[in-house]
């Protein structure tokens, strides 16, 4: 049994859930506590009693223990990625990239701790100097989603901490192991006072709820789906706590006719596919000019039958199973509503039923789709894609930002000027030029536009915008 993590001490429910492997439904990862708001209540007691004294800790004794955190995470990263795997599905290689990304971004804030500062300004008036600092916002709710269980807590809970703030962090229901593990290691090696660091696994209706509506709670950051997004956001305005959101996106890939055809081809499965498709910046509408789109579709064609799909501990899999039952029904929904709307399904689109009882489902290509299609304006989760024809670049540029999501964007193309034109217009919070539109770096800013994101940019020194309040101090220096 892993129990729930409050106050510093590992602490049962009442009820538990089950985690399974998604590339073997038999093969039970782990029995975990479930917990409620109760719990949830009495780890908000604990942040909100443990954070005058954790927020006085010097930054550097708050980055020594960021350190230990992030090198043990390195040192165990065979280890949890394979537990990664088997509880998500993600691929092995995949799934270890993920925890060494983790580690390096509880390391990166841990320089961020020491960097972390204020300025002077000389007033306007005289005899007058001005101080701009920052201080911990407070008790942080950090609510994550299944389809990174290590990276995205990572990415909230070490700029959290390392600003001074204590935390409450629930993971989604879907995947405990990988947030148990991460407890753990906070547990054994970060040294932080009780109270500090906070675990509540257990469905959102109870522990998320309890989260967002306590005045105790001074933020919530929040990765999901955009309905929960909306209700968050609305909760925490009335009650006027800071809120972040990370909500999905339908992110297109533009790609020109004079584009390196290999190049874009290799980008595009990269993005569409890889992870499974379930990845919020995922490739999922292929806007493609009218002069290379016959070829582009031929290549996709082949390169999509080509990926094997299998366990994801099997080192020869490409693409490994989805996350759930309730993500693989989903998924074959939106394949049945686009054959019957008229698509062409180009290849894949079929659950396969291997050696091993899974979630295993053939990625699926379409072409002759519409932008206005459902398949292209929701997001599916999935590996799912779609070929959209352009009449020219400013016809894509326009296919492109019509969507109610802004996450990220890309472009394949061998023009300067057309990546720059894309780069500037591209309605999107990140832009990829040559590279598939998942896939980023944890010392910048991550976060979107429009439906994709609410509020400051997760990741890099952005992150204490969200993370700090600012005040500003004026001081009479000279005798009146």
């Given at each position: 049994m892993h129990d729930n993590y409050i106050n510093g001490e590992w602490v049962g429910a009442g009820e538990t859930k089950r985690n399974l492997n998604p590339s073997d439904t038999r093969d039970v990862v782990g029995e975990y506590a479930s917990g409620d708001a109760v719990q949830a209540r009495q780890a908000i007691d604990a942040a909100n009693d443990a954070l005058e004294a954790w927020s006085a800790w010097t930054s550097e004794a708050r980055a020594d223990a960021l350190d230990r955190i992030g090198d043990r995470i390195l040192a165990d990263k065979e280890r949890l990625g394979e537990m990664l795997a088997r509880e998500e599905g993600k691929v092995l290689a995949e799934s270890i990239g993920e925890v060494t990304r983790a580690g390096r971004v509880f390391k990166f804030f841990a320089g961020e701790a020491i960097r972390f500062g204020g300025e002077f300004i000389p007033s306007v008036r005289p005899g007058v100097s001005v101080e701009v600092s920052r201080e911990p916002v407070g008790v942080v709710g950090i609510i994550t989603p299944w389809n990174f269980p290590i990276a995205i807590p990572a990415w909230k809970i070490a700029p959290a901490l390392a600003y001074g703030n204590s935390v409450v962090f629930k993971p989604a229901d879907l995947v405990p192991g990988c947030a148990w593990a991460l407890a753990s290691i906070i547990d054994e090696v970060g040294g932080l006072p009780k109270g500090v660091f906070n675990l509540v696994m257990g469905p959102g209706s109870k522990v998320g709820n309890a989260l967002v509506t306590s005045q105790k709670v001074s933020a919530i950051t929040f990765t999901g789906?955009?309905?929960?997004?909306?209700?968050?956001?609305?909760?925490?305005?009335?009650?006027?706590?800071?809120?972040?959101?990370?909500?999905?996106?339908?992110?297109?890939?533009?790609?020109?006719?004079?584009?390196?055809?290999?190049?874009?081809?290799?980008?595009?499965?990269?993005?569409?596919?890889?992870?499974?498709?379930?990845?919020?910046?995922?490739?999922?509408?292929?806007?493609?000019?009218?002069?290379?789109?016959?070829?582009?579709?031929?290549?996709?064609?082949?390169?999509?039958?080509a990926l094997k799909v299998g366990h994801a501990l099997n080192p020869k899999t490409d693409i490994g199973p989805v996350a759930s039952q309730a993500q693989l029904d989903q998924d074959l929904r939106y394949i049945d509503e686009a054959k019957q709307a008229g698509c062409r399904l180009e290849a894949g689109g079929e659950q396969l039923s291997l050696e091993t009882p899974g979630y295993y489902l053939t990625p699926a290509l379409f072409s002759q789709t519409r932008n206005e299609m459902p398949i292209n304006q929701e997001e599916v989760f999935g590996p799912v894609a779609t070929v959209i024809k352009a009449n020219d670049y400013e016809h894509a540029l326009e296919l492109a930002n019509d969507t109610v999501y802004g996450l990220s964007s890309g472009i394949c193309t061998q023009s300067l000027a057309r990546a720059a034109h894309f780069k500037r217009h591209s309605s999107a919070g990140m832009v990829m030029v040559n590279l598939p539109t998942a896939g980023v770096d944890y010392h910048v800013p991550f976060g979107g536009r429009k439906g994709s994101s609410y509020g400051p940019r997760e990741q890099g020194s952005y992150a204490k915008e969200f993370f700090t309040n600012v005040k500003t101090s004026y001081t009479l220096s000279q005798g009146v």
């Open positions: 789906s955009s309905a929960t997004g909306m209700n968050i956001a609305a909760e925490c305005a009335a009650r006027g706590a800071k809120f972040q959101l990370e909500m999905g996106g339908k992110n297109p890939l533009v790609v020109l006719d004079d584009a390196d055809l290999e190049l874009a081809v290799s980008t595009a499965i990269n993005g569409a596919f890889f992870s499974t498709g379930q990845r919020c910046t995922s490739s999922s509408r292929l806007i493609v000019e009218k002069g290379i789109h016959d070829k582009f579709v031929e290549r996709m064609r082949e390169a999509t039958q």
